[in-house]
T-cell receptor, first 116, second 111 residues
Framework: SAVISQKPSRDICQRGTSLTIQCQVDSQVTMMFWYRQQPGQSLTLIATANQGSEATYESGFVIDKFPISRPNLTFSTLTVSNMSPEDSSIYLC?????????????FGEGSRLTVL | DAKTTQPPSMDCAEGRAANLPCNHSTISGNEYVYWYRQIHSQGPQYIIHGLKNNETNEMASLIITEDRKSSTLILPHATLRDTAVYYCIVRGGGSQGNLIFGKGTKLSVKP
């Protein structure tokens, strides 16, 4: 298993500002992902955080809006840029420790973002 | 990855078995069935996964039909703390390792 710490756990931000969310894992992991969960909705994958290279974004998500860093195998950041009220969501970091097909993913507790 | 279909909600009496169904009729041979749950205001929690055979761990049992087109997650003695949204996810070969979440089943365990 893996213990995942996300910071901040929650924040209230003003429209037009940017916020960086940190994800720290207690062990080296092969895969790291960022998800978004809008109010009352299921989770949607934003991107795969690749160590030492640019993140791989899902359809509908772009690097300019959600820049991601992953400098090593235990840490990643997600920035939500130029925020609007529509960005109010829970953002979750997820990590995989095993095989891509058989290994389960572990999730952080999420960062609850409210944009006014 | 194959799509899954789950009932939107279910109720279960405390102490009874909760049986959560999932249809995945388009599942392919190398795809696994995963179950996660999300308790309110927490991140999703891994429960169990399987390929062909039935699986059991300390949390639950997973029953997969012989044709693999459906499965059932069984919580043998549901407690109030099992109230959560349960997600059935199919993931397999060629994927990047991420999980595609559907809407899940909201299980309410009642006293």
């Amino acid at each position: 298993s893996a213990v995942i710490s996300q910071k901040p756990s929650r924040d209230i931000c003003q429209r037009g500002t940017s916020l960086t969310i940190q994800c720290q894992v207690d062990s080296q992991v092969t895969m790291m992902f960022w998800y978004r969960q809008q109010p009352g909705q299921s989770l949607t994958l934003i991107a795969t955080a690749n160590q030492g290279s640019e993140a791989t974004y899902e359809s509908g998500f772009v690097i300019d809006k959600f820049p991601i860093s992953r400098p090593n195998l235990t840490f990643s950041t997600l920035t939500v840029s130029n925020m609007s009220p529509e960005d109010s969501s829970i953002y979750l970091c997820s990590v995989g420790t095993g095989s891509t097909n058989t290994g389960e993913l572990f999730f952080g507790e999420g960062s609850r973002l409210t944009v006014l | 990855d194959a799509k899954t279909t789950q009932p939107p909600s279910m109720d279960c009496a405390e102490g009874r078995a909760a049986n959560l169904p999932c249809n995945h009729s388009t599942i392919s041979g190398n795809e696994y069935v995963y179950w996660y749950r999300q308790i309110h205001s927490q991140g999703p929690q891994y429960i169990i996964h399987g390929l062909k055979n039935n699986e059991t761990n300390e949390m639950a049992s997973l029953i997969i039909t012989e044709d693999r087109k459906s499965s059932t997650l069984i919580l043998p003695h549901a407690t109030l703390r099992d109230t959560a949204v349960y997600y059935c996810i199919v993931r397999g070969g060629g994927s990047q390792g991420n999980l595609i979440f559907g809407k899940g089943t909201k299980l309410s365990v009642k006293p």
